[in-house]
Every structure is written in C-alpha cells, then in structure tokens.
Nanobody, 126 residues
Framework: QVQLVESGGGLVQPGGSLRLSCAAS????????KAWFRQAPGKEREGVSC????????YYADSVKGRFTISRDNAKNTVYLQMNSLKPEDTAVYYC???????????????????WGQGTQVTVSS
C-alpha cells in the first residue's frame, strides 16, 4: 500500500525554523518526483518546492526561495523541507506529493502528482 506520512509541523515564532519530513512506504521514492505544496485557509493549494528523481535538481516558489530547502534521503525513503526565516504568511497545511511520471521543472501543479500525504499544519505566529 502506497503511503506518504508528513511530520514536523507545529507552531513557531516569526524568524524561526521547522523541518518537515515525508516518509514513504509501499514504494521507493528514488524513482519518483517529490514535491511539497501548501494550502492556507481560503486559498488554493500552491507548489512550494520540487526535487527531481533523476539528478536531484531542486526548484522553489519565489516566495520561499532562499529560505526553504528540499532534500531527500533515499536510504530512509524520506523527503524533507527545511524551512528557515519563517513568516506569518508561511502559515498553511503542508503536503508532500510524489509522482512516477512527472519531471520537476520551473512549474509544478497539484494535478501533476498522483500520491499525497495527509498534511501537517505549520503556524507562524508570535
């Protein structure tokens, strides 16, 4: 059974950091494009970052570039999102997603990914 489980969300003050994890089971993440999305209340789900399955190339939304870092640990079958210098506007539910066919590039959308985690809440507030 294919499953993605996110963890690491929580409440953090502005300027703080969090690291989200997305552990996969039932399949090997190596061969899948991996991405993080987020959805704030009343807003559409937006792509945050994507990491290629082939060469590990990474892509970021402009709003998080320079603050967030996506990475993968193939041995642990896990993808991470390190979030630094967090802002209140980063508050959202964060989802990881994977797809065997999609190739990460400058654009990635919700419909490009076939497998999703349940999400983890990130709240940035003083």
């Amino acid at each position: 059974q294919v499953q993605l489980v996110e963890s690491g969300g929580g409440l953090v003050q502005p300027g703080g950091s969090l690291r989200l994890s997305c552990a996969a089971s039932g399949f090997t993440l190596d061969y899948f494009a991996k991405a993080w999305f987020r959805q704030a209340p009343g807003k559409e789900r937006e792509g945050v970052s994507c990491i290629s399955s082939s060469d590990g190339s990474t892509y970021y939304a402009d709003s998080v570039k320079g603050r967030f870092t996506i990475s993968r640990d193939n041995a642990k079958n896990t993808v991470y999102l390190q979030m630094n210098s967090l802002k209140p506007e980063d508050t959202a539910v964060y989802y990881c997603a994977t797809d065997h066919h999609f190739v990460c590039g400058s654009r990635w959308y919700e419909g490009d990914f076939g497998s999703w985690g349940q999400g983890t809440q990130v709240t940035v507030s003083s």
